[in-house]
């Protein structure tokens, strides 16, 4: 089959090629697992992470991708939860031990055996994948396999952070970057918690005009104070300068919580203006999300469908991953970036 790989880590300002084209052989189901014919590949900020080491990936080579639509080509033995041509996905979770104290409290996100898909396991940037059937997901109707894609890990994990900030409906909500997830954060914010108000801020002027006009109630710059005090913040932003300009915008008791895998170095420095009374006193707390459990994909999978979400894709082939990379790391996005792969 035709894979893109990840031979070797690298700085992508260096390189502008990080994947080679390759052909490789389909990968065989084990037992209770199913091989996918991939349709469709989301091509996610995580995988910049993976490519220069920040989230490294344990063997090379390695196919990447976490956003994965297909149909169901061949069960392995044991594997009778789906027939051949039933379409599904695949999220960041791979697998999980299914034992451990998180495991049997549904946050198997946090069990120290989590496997990633497109990271330990191989992922969607192929024609074939395969994975275990528990970890496959039905995709709703409503969706085409593109559109159904990026959902699978912006959309997912937005939901798990939505449902950690713990809002309570008519309380402020604040959003601190606006990217592929924030925006879908906002939808469903304004679903579920009709009596909140939600307040963005962001860099850049055309994420701020795009806030106002999926009905934020304000969207200002990063380092500006907000009208009023928030009762949560989901931060999604790569850098450190918003984590604190975030805490001073929180009201007594509330929690930001921070929806990154990893932060990046260049401007740690702003965490020493970190003022204990501004910043932090009056049981403000703050909270990262891991990961995603397969009850956030299901949940949100079924809240998108009933909300008719319509995420804005640009489409890719599977041989033009490196460039849909390359535009991702240089910040030229419209719209969530899909790779797509011609049936076999
Ligand atoms: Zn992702
Ligand atoms: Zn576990």
């Known amino acids: 089959m035709k894979a893109m790989l990840l031979k070797r880590l690298c700085n992508l300002e260096e390189c502008a090629r990080p994947l080679e084209l390759a052909e490789v ?55 009778e939860r789906f027939r051949v041509g039933d379409r599904v996905g695949v999220a960041w979770i791979f697998s999980a031990c ?9 946050n198997e996100n946090l069990c120290v055996d989590f496997k990633a ?12 994948m395969t994975v275990r059937e528990d970890f496959a997901h039905r995709i709703p109707e409503i969706f085409s396999d593109v559109d159904a894609a990026p959902l699978l890990c912006a959309g997912a ?3 798990r952070a939505l449902r950690l900030v713990n809002l309570e409906d008519g309380r402020s909500l604040g959003l601190t970057g606006f990217g592929a997830s924030a925006h879908l954060v906002l939808m469903m914010a304004k679903r579920r918690y009709p009596g909140s108000k939600v307040f963005v801020f962001s860099r850049s002027p055309e994420e701020r ?23 949560a913040i ?46 932090l006193w009056m049981e403000k707390e703050i909270k990262s999300v891991a990961n995603v459990a397969r009850r956030d994909v299901r949940e949100f999978l079924d809240l998108a469908a009933d909300m008719r979400i319509k995420p804005e894709i640009e489409e890719f082939l599977l041989e033009d991953a490196n460039r849909a990379l390359i535009e991702l790391k240089m910040r030229k ?12």
């Not at 106002?212 to 104070?225: H, Q």
């Open 117 to 128: 898909t497109g990271r330990d396991a191989g992922g969607g940037y192929a024609e074939y």
């Open 25 to 79: 052989p389909e990968p065989v189901p084990g037992e209770n697992d199913i091989l996918i014919e991939i349709s469709a590949c989301g091509v996610c900020h995580t995988e910049l992470d993976e490519i220069e080491g920040r989230t490294p990936p344990p063997h090379l080579p390695v196919v990447l991708g976490h956003q994965v639509v297909g149909r169901v080509a061949r069960a392995g033995r044991g594997a």
């Open 333 to 344: 996005i419209r719209g969530a970036k899909v790779l797509t792969i011609p049936p076999r």
């Open 157 to 159: 994990i937005g939901y």
């Open 98 to 106: 299914g034992t451990c104290v998180h495991c049997l409290s549904g």
């Open 209 to 231: 005009a795009f806030a106002l006009e999926l009905g934020a109630a304000w969207a200002g710059d990063i380092g500006e104070r907000s009208p009023e005090p928030l009762a």
């Open 234 to 279: 989901i931060d999604t932003t790569p850098a450190w300068r918003p984590v604190v300009e975030a805490l001073g915008n929180l009201a007594p008791g509330g929690r930001l919580v921070i929806n990154a895998i990893r932060k990046e170095e260049k401007d740690k420095e702003h965490l020493l203006r970190l003022d204990y009374p501004a910043h």
